[in-house]
């Protein structure tokens, strides 16, 4: 889309409390239109047919994910993380490999010991990931290495691809970036993402 070229384009040269504000206040606008619909959308009170509900009967369930996204992010990981185990969640923390930061190795460990998950959001999140066949798949690869070397889950572009072992699923399964066209590999991630979440849940 025009509109990401533009903002991936501009994106090096606009200091990072800008964007923020920015971000800020485009989120505030899009709150102010789905006010009345969010977090409850119309028709999802219902439960599916021959669903047998959540486990150990609870009445619903959330998901926390992070995109960490600069130096700061980083910083306040673990900060973020006792806050969340003193409240009793679990969350997915969603690095740049390739980023303007490094995600040190034992961040990672000290997540993952506490039952947080660890993924991969995007390789260098520049805009150019699905820019063309060529460069998708090369950059695949090293999605592909980095989610191997941290035993990270994969997200990218709001995709994740969980790479879990569940009795359901069998083995772990790894990204079948390579090879795939961007569409369709966003529609494989998509509906994998949604089967594997609920074999979890069960």
């Known amino acids: ?3 990401n070229r533009i903002y991936y384009g501009l994106k090096p040269f606009v200091p990072e409390f800008l964007r923020t504000a920015i971000r800020r206040k485009l ?35 959330f998901v926390l994910t992070h995109d960490v996204e600069s130096k700061t992010g980083v910083s306040r990981c673990r900060s973020l993380m006792e806050l969340e185990l003193d409240l009793g969640f679990r969350s997915s923390f969603n690095f740049i ?8 190795v034992e961040l990672r460990q000290e997540l993952t010991a506490n039952g947080f998950e660890v993924g991969i959001h995007d390789l260098k999140h520049d805009g150019h990931l699905f820019s063309s066949r060529r460069k998708f798949k090369r950059r695949a690869a090293r999605i592909n290495a980095y989610a191997r070397e941290w035993g990270a889950s994969v997200r990218c572009v709001h ?5 879990i072992r569940t009795p359901a699923s069998g083995p772990s399964h790894d990204l079948p970036l390579l090879g795939a066209t961007p569409d369709r590999q966003l529609q494989q991630r998509s509906a994998l993402s949604h ?8």
């Not at 490999?97 to 040190?104: F, N």
């Not at 089967?195 to 069960?202: G, H, W």
Request: positive net charge.
């Open 1 to 3: 889309m025009l509109r």
């Open 27 to 61: 989120a505030m606008r899009l709150r102010k239109q789905i006010g009345d619909v969010w977090p409850i959308m119309p028709g999802s009170e219902w439960a599916p047919e021959n669903w047998p509900g959540w486990p150990g009967g609870k009445k619903f369930a």
């Open 97 to 104: 490999p390739e980023g303007s930061y490094r995600v040190p």
């Open 159 to 163: 995709f994740r691809y969980r790479s």
């Open 195 to 202: 089967q594997l979440f609920l074999e979890r849940l069960r």
